[in-house]
């Protein structure tokens, strides 16, 4: 860790994927509400979709959480790289009040819950 920056803060989150599968099937608002395209693109396209929006809605809480705010989900795009590392990508306002934050993100998922840890530098 670079010595001119600190932990800004932690956050986790676990998530019941049947939770987020019944939100995700009662009404097209969820979704929109809380996910970009660009997210719901890669969710919507895997076999197992429910997993992977329940681990990036966790992903999302522990963002929050590490940055000790609130904000719209989607002023927060939770992704992968390349390499399939997750994410975290600010947008709109919360971009605004934390461009001197760098975000670190696990996501993981299996059975019945979705879980998500991030830590904030600054």
């Known amino acids: 860790m670079p010595r001119d920056r600190e932990v800004a803060g932690v956050g986790v989150d676990i998530i019941s994927v049947e939770r987020i599968r019944k939100a995700s099937e009662s009404s097209g608002a969820f979704l929109r509400r809380n996910f970009t395209e660009r997210e719901l693109e890669y969710c919507l396209s895997r076999a197992s979709r429910y997993k ?11 963002v929050s959480k590490a940055l000790g705010s609130s904000f719209r ?29 760098e975000l670190f993100l696990s996501l993981s998922h299996d059975g019945e819950h979705a879980v998500a840890f991030c830590v904030a530098l600054r």
Do not use: S, Y
């Open 52 to 62: 992977h929006i329940a681990a990036r809605f966790a992903g999302k809480e522990a």
């Open 73 to 101: 989900p989607t002023e927060v795009e939770v992704t992968h790289d390349e390499k399939g590392v997750p994410t975290a990508r600010l947008l709109g306002r919360t971009l605004e009040e934390n461009r001197d934050t």
